[in-house]
C-alpha cells in the first residue's frame, strides 16, 4: 500500500467533502429543502457545492431569494443567469409585495432588513419547506458561533440558543414534527478566507461589485454608502466618487463598501488576509444596533 | 453535466484571473480541529486569546467591542472570554454554556478550536466538542496541579478516542518556571493516563499571560527543550490517524438523474469512513450480502482513481444490485459487525427525562436510522474516579454508562476504538425528536 502521505487532503477539500455531506443528508432526510439565495459569495459558493453533491443529476430543490426590492443591478443579473444556467427553480418571496399585501409596514428608516424575517417565514409556510439551507458561517458573528449545522426552529421559525440539539460526529438529527423546521448551514466551518481561496480554486464567478470599481458613494457613521434613487445623499452630505467594492451583499440600503484597489480575486485574498476588521463590522449597518442584534434576530426567526 | 452547469458563473459577469501561488498557498494547508475544556480561571481563555490574536484571527471591531464590553462591566483587564462567549445569557452571567467555534490559520495549518466549557454539568459539550476533535488540549494552573476536573477531561476525551492530547501546565510564571513542579505534575499525569487509552501526550509548560512557550520558546525555562504550543499545534502528524485499512462506505443517498436527459446514471453516495476505494475492487455490499466491482467513482462529478477519508464521492457499481440508503459498501474479507446486539458506552445529554432500561429510542448510526430498546444498564461511571456504580437504576444529564442495546434492524458497525464513523451513534427521543444520548460501541 502506499505511503499515508499519498492520501494527503487540504482544509479546502475538507470543508467540501463535509459540506457534500451535508447537501446529501438534507436531500435524502427531508422531504422539502430549499436553498436560499441571494445572490450573495456565500450563497454563490453554496450553490457551487449543491451542484457538485448531485452531479451528474439536477440540483434536488428549489432556491428562494427573499427580495427587500433594494437590490444591487449586478447581482440580481448574477442571480438570473445562475438560476438559468442551472436550470434552477427560483422562488422570489417579495418583501415589496408583502407591504403592499399588509403582511408587513415599512420601518420609518426604510431599511427593510428586520421586516424580511416575516416575508421569509410566510413563504416557508405557503411552501412547506421542512429545511432551508443558509450560508451563514460561524466566524460572521458570535452568535453564529454557536450554532449548529442543523439548527431547529420551531413553528414559530425561532431559534432557542439555550436549547439546542447536541450534535456529535457527522450524525446530524432531522426530526420534526411538522410545522417544525431545520435552517441548515453547509458553510458552518467556513472563513472568509476559505470562501475566497475556494472561489479561486474552483473558478467561481462572482458578480462585478466583489471587485475594485469606482461609485460615487457618500460617508455615514464612518461606512461608504452608495448613492442612488434607493439611497439618496441627505441634507449635508457630500457624495463623492471613490474606488470601492463590496466585502459582503445584502440589502441594497444598508449595505456599505469598502476602499479598494482589488480588482483581481488574488488582490481580494491579499486584501481580506491583511484586514482587521470583521466583514459584518466593516459593511453592515444593521449589526451595529446592539451587542446582541444577530442573536436577537435570529430568535426571531432571521437565517 | 456540462461544465458551465456544475460551475454556476463559471461564464458569469465577471471572470476574474486565478490567483497566484502564494496568496493561494494557505489553500493547501491541511486542517486540525482540536477541542479545550476548561473554567475561566485556569486561564483557558487567555490562551486561546493569545492564539487568535497572535495569529491575527481577532479582528480590531472585535477587540474594540469587547473592551468596551469589559470597561462597562468594570473589568480590571479586557476580558477575552467575552471573544468566545456569544450569547447573552453566558455575558450576562459570565460562563460558557455551549461549545463556541473559533477559527485561525497560520501557513502550515488551518484549526478550528471546539472551545468547551469544563464543569461538570457540561460534559455533554465536551463530548460534543471531543467527537470531532484530532486533539484535546487540557489546562492544568502549575500552582494547583491535577485536580477532578483535569482527570475527568482526559478520561473523555480518551473515551472518545481523541488521538492526540496535550497537557498544558499554565502559569508557570507563578511557580518560578520551577522544573521540579513541572515534573511533579507531568509524572502525576503520566501515572493517571496508563489507566486510560491515550495514544500520543505531550506536557508543555506555558504561561499564556506573558505568552511563554505559546507561540515561542520561553526564555524562562532552558530545562524544557520541547515545542511552543502553537509550533506543536502545526506540526503534530495526523495523516495516520486516519483508518486506511478497513474499507467502510455508508451509503447516504442515491443519485439517479430522473429527467430525460439521456443519462443512464446510477451513484451511489456518501463520505468515506475509512480504506481506500479504487475502480475494480471487488465489494460486499452490506446487509444484502452481494458482491460486485466498483465500477467507478466520482468526485465533484469527475471520475476520480481512488477515494479515502474524508472525500465524499459518488460509487457506481458493476452490478445492478439493490442498494439503498442505509447500506454499506465494504470488501468481502473485511466487513464489520453485522448485528441487532450492541454493547456501548452512552453519554446521557437530555435535561427532561433520564434513561431508564427498557425504554425505546431512535437510532441514528451511520447514514442508518433503526428504533432500539435499552435491555440493560450494566452501571454507571463516576468520571471523576471511574468508578462503577452496578446499582444504578437510571443515567442522568451528563452521566455515563454501559448499556446492551437490541435494535429492530441490524447496525452495520465496528469498535469506535478501531473506527470514530462506524462506532458512534446517537439515540433520539421518539416523542420530543431531541438527540438525548451520545454512544461509542464496545462491541
Known sequence: ?????????????????????????????????????????????????????FAPGP???????????????????????????????????????????GLVVEPPTGMRNPIQTPVLLDAVEKHRFDSLFGGARRDEEKARAKERVFSFRDEFGQWDPKNQRPELWSLYNSRVHPGESIRVFPLSNWTELDIWHYIAQESVGLPSIYFAHEREVVERDTMLYAVNDLLPARPGEQPFV????????????CTAAVRSDADTIDQVIAEVAATRITERGATRGDDKVSEAAMEDRKKEGYF | MSQAATEPGASGPTHAPMGGATALSIGGADLLRFATAGSVDDGK???????????????????????ATSASRGDEY????????????????????????????????????????GHIQYTRNMVTGASTANLALILVDARKGLVEQSRRHAFLCSLLRVPHMVLCINKMDLVDWSEEVYEEIHQEF?????????????????????????????????????????????????????????????????IRPQQSRGLDYRGYAGQVSSGVLKPGDE?????????????????????????YPPMSVSVRLADELDVSRGDMICRPHNQPHVTQDVEAMICWMDEQRPLYPRAKYTVKHTTRTVRAMVKGLQYRLDVNTLHRDEDAARLELNEIGRVTLRTTQPLLCDEYRRNRTTGGFILIDEATNRTVAAGIILS
Not at chain 2, 283 to 307: C, K, Q, Y
Open chain 1, 242 to 253: 471613490e474606488k470601492v467594492r463590496y466585502r459582503t451583499v445584502g440589502d441594497a440600503t
Open chain 2, 78 to 117: 479586557t476580558n477575552l472570554a467575552l471573544l468566545t462567549d456569544g450569547l447573552r445569557a453566558e455575558r450576562e452571567q459570565g460562563i460558557t454554556i455551549d461549545v463556541a467555534y473559533r477559527y485561525f490559520a497560520t501557513p502550515r495549518r488551518k484549526f478550528i478550536i471546539a472551545d468547551t466549557p
Open chain 1, 59 to 101: 440540483i434536488p430543490f428549489p432556491v428562494m431569494h427573499v427580495d427587500t426590492g433594494h437590490n444591487f443591478d449586478e447581482v440580481l443579473d448574477y442571480r438570473d443567469r445562475c438560476v438559468a444556467e442551472l436550470s434552477l427553480q427560483l422562488i422570489v418571496a417579495s418583501v415589496q409585495e408583502a407591504i403592499d399585501r
Open chain 2, 190 to 254: 503520566t501515572a493517571f493516563a496508563t489507566k486510560l487509552d491515550i495514544p500520543d501526550l505531550t506536557v508543555i509548560p506555558v504561561s499564556a499571560l506573558h505568552g511563554d512557550n505559546v507561540v515561542s520558546r520561553s526564555e524562562h525555562m532552558p530545562w524544557y527543550d520541547g515545542p511552543s504550543l502553537l509550533h506543536h499545534l502545526e506540526n503534530v502528524h495526523t495523516a495516520s490517524d486516519r483508518n486506511l485499512v478497513d474499507v467502510r462506505f455508508p451509503v447516504q443517498h442515491v
Open chain 2, 45 to 67: 481563555s487567555t490562551l486561546i486569546g493569545r492564539l487568535l490574536y497572535d495569529s491575527k484571527a481577532i479582528f480590531e471591531d472585535q477587540l474594540a467591542a469587547v473592551e
Open chain 2, 283 to 307: 465489494v460486499m455490499v452490506l446487509p444484502s450480502g452481494f458482491t460486485t466491482r466498483i465500477a467507478g467513482i466520482d468526485h465533484n462529478g469527475h471520475e476520480v482513481d481512488e477515494a
Open chain 1, 1 to 53: 500500500m502506499s505511503s499515508t502521505a499519498d492520501y494527503r487532503v487540504s482544509h479546502l477539500d475538507a470543508l467540501e467533502a463535509e459540506s457534500v455531506f451535508v447537501f446529501r443528508e438534507v436531500a435524502a432526510e427531508f422531504e422539502r429543502p430549499c436553498l436560499l439565495f441571494s445572490g450573495g459569495k456565500d450563497s454563490i459558493v453554496m450553490l457551487h457545492l449543491a451542484a457538485k453533491a
